[in-house]
């Protein structure tokens, strides 16, 4: 994957510093392991005028691990004392190679260290490098893609076997748990975020955090969860009923938030609008009376992190591309009742090739468990 990252890093080198004066200093730990690779804690990755890159980490691997300024392929990693921010030996590298500028990540920096890096090279002109990486980051090749695609697998195992266990009388926190081992007994090298799994009047609340609340008997029970596999994570949300058949309000309920989830998904093509798609959803539930309880947005992109560019909301701006993989996520809750919330990860894809692909399959039929 060496040659991969160095033809990254080379893309961005010609879009942010086309005549190659300016170097690039890459702080926020996504933007460095998408052009490194990897992203050790405290680390910077410069992105040198000249074509010479390094990345630069206080983080001193165990015996055995990278030797100090090892090689990684085409790019050389410098190990710092714990007392050097990476960041600022990465400008002060760059003014010491003869940079005209240094373009760096100021939404990720505090205003404090951004003044600790003008000051390490008072000489040198500081720049904002914008989300140039971001953006470079949005459509994935098919590398990256098949990563989320095993993402995906791990956690639709992961909850099968959850659905196939004895839930009533466990607690949500519980419940939580059980599912990020199984991510990790399936190979994630960890939950892709904080799993959340909400039953009775919790179910169908974005966000939930697992409390001690127990499973009872007729819940609505939702649950959330995504696998991180080398860096890229997924995200599924499903809906179920425990230990009986579910009532009216639940069959109608589900149905509307299915109808929604799956307008939205067919609605996904190149060219797009971002809010044309949230449209397709929030409209069939406004007209539902559930406008209100839909959150901000229907989806958001996925990748090296969850809530990546693209938003799929009424406000977001843009049209969406091809490989570019994205959440489907509507959800209602009805306080003091609980509520539905289905979500997919899928990439976008042209009709002729079949239309936008599903990575998360477990079943959507509303089951009772």
């Known amino acids: 994957m060496s040659d991969v990252h160095a033809a990254r890093r080379a893309r961005l080198r010609a879009r942010c510093s086309p005549a190659g004066s300016t170097a690039l200093v890459i702080t926020r730990p996504a933007n460095v392991r998408y052009l490194a690779g990897q992203a050790p804690p405290d680390s910077a990755l410069l992105v040198g005028h000249t074509g010479e890159d390094l990345l630069l980490s206080r983080w001193h691997p165990a015996p055995g691990g990278a030797p100090p300024d090892g090689e990684e392929g085409a790019l050389r990693t410098v190990l710092l004392d714990g007392d050097t921010d990476p960041a600022v030996a990465a400008v002060s590298r760059a003014a010491a190679a003869g940079a005209a500028a240094a373009a760096v990540e100021e939404h990720h920096l505090t205003v404090a260290r951004h003044r600790a890096l003008a000051a390490a090279a008072p000489d040198l002109p500081l720049t904002d490098l914008g989300r140039a990486v971001e953006e470079q980051r949005l459509v994935k090749d098919e590398d990256e893609i098949a990563t989320l695609r095993a993402a995906a697998e791990i956690t639709d195992r992961a909850l099968g076997e959850l659905l196939e266990s004895i839930l009533v009388g466990r607690t949500e926190r519980h419940l939580a748990l059980e599912l990020e081992r199984r991510l990790i007994d399936h190979g994630a090298d960890g939950p892709a975020f904080p799993t959340s799994v909400a039953t009775g009047s919790h179910s169908g609340l974005a966000g939930h955090r697992p409390t001690d609340r127990r499973v009872e008997e007729g819940d ?43 307008a939205a998904r067919e609605a996904l093509r190149p060219g797009a609008e971002c809010r044309e798609v949230d449209a397709a959803a929030r409209d069939l539930l406004a007209a539902a009376g559930h406008g209100a309880a839909l959150g901000p947005v229907t989806g958001r992109g996925v990748g090296l992190e969850i809530g990546e560019d693209p938003r799929l909301s009424p406000a977001a701006m843009g049209r969406l591309n091809a490989c570019v993989p994205v959440t489907v996520e509507p959800g ?17 894809r042209p009709p002729a090739d079949g239309g936008p692909e599903l990575l998360t399959i477990t079943t959507k039929e509303l089951l009772a468990l």
């Open 332 to 348: 209602v809750h009805l306080p003091g009742r609980g509520g539905v919330r289905i979500d997919d990860t899928l990439v976008v």
């Open 220 to 262: 609505f029970l939702t649950v959330r969860l995504g696998a991180r596999f080398r860096g890229y994570r997924c995200q599924i949300g499903r809906t179920f009923v425990v230990g009986t058949s579910p009532a009216d309000w639940q069959i109608e309920l589900y149905d509307l938030v299915f109808a929604a989830q799956r």
